[in-house]
């Protein structure tokens, strides 16, 4: 038995449809733009940190369909734990929102055109749609990121992480976990 799906107005059909074709291109220039500003965190590798990207923006493409309900706790979670990893890269907390903030301007020149296409009523609903995940997504990396400093302040007494801990090893399973749940809201609406 598959989810039961409302159906998706045509602006954010068209919305997901441009988020699909573009994917890769998203992906390869937020990633760019976020692994070109930061060093390499000792405890978070480069191919971590895009492929946390990557399922952002896969995440965020489903919340555009017929799926944004059901991934929209999923892209709370995904982002709390973006901004967890933050924390682990060693970025302050407004360089974690610029970050994801960044993505909000790559899809401003990606959806331009598209959303340029609709009638008004349904590209400014498009739009605020998209603003809208966004910003929630952000609150929620930020509560990531704030909660992940609470914790190393209480439990580590303010001593940073030593390099032998594994942060990353963490990081990749939650990733991994939160891949899987995108993988089986997708199968299971088919």
Not at 16 to 30: A, C, F, K, N, P
């Amino acid at each position: 038995m598959g989810l039961t799906m409302r159906p998706s107005n045509p602006a954010l059909q068209a919305v997901s449809r441009s988020l699909r074709g573009s994917r890769d291109l998203l992906v390869e220039q937020w990633s760019k733009w976020v692994i070109g500003r930061v060093q390499e965190a000792p405890h978070v590798r480069t191919p971590t940190v895009e492929r946390h990207l990557a399922l952002l923006v896969d995440i965020l493409i489903e919340s555009a369909g017929p799926l944004r309900r059901q991934v929209a706790e999923l892209w709370f979670t995904a982002s709390e734990v973006y901004g967890q990893t933050a924390a682990n890269r060693g970025l302050a907390a407004g360089e974690v929102v610029e970050e994801l903030q960044q993505l909000r301007e790559i899809l401003i020149h990606f959806l331009s055109e598209p959303i340029a296409t609709l009638p008004a009523r349904q590209s400014m609903a498009a739009v605020l749609r998209l603003n809208r995940i966004l910003d929630r997504g952000i609150s929620h990396a930020v509560v990531g990121y704030t909660d992940a400093l609470v914790e190393t302040l209480l439990n580590r007494r303010g001593v940073p992480i030593v390099a032998s801990e594994p942060e990353e090893d963490e990081v990749l399973r939650r990733l991994e976990s939160l891949e899987e749940e995108l993988a089986q809201l997708r199968q299971r609406s088919v």
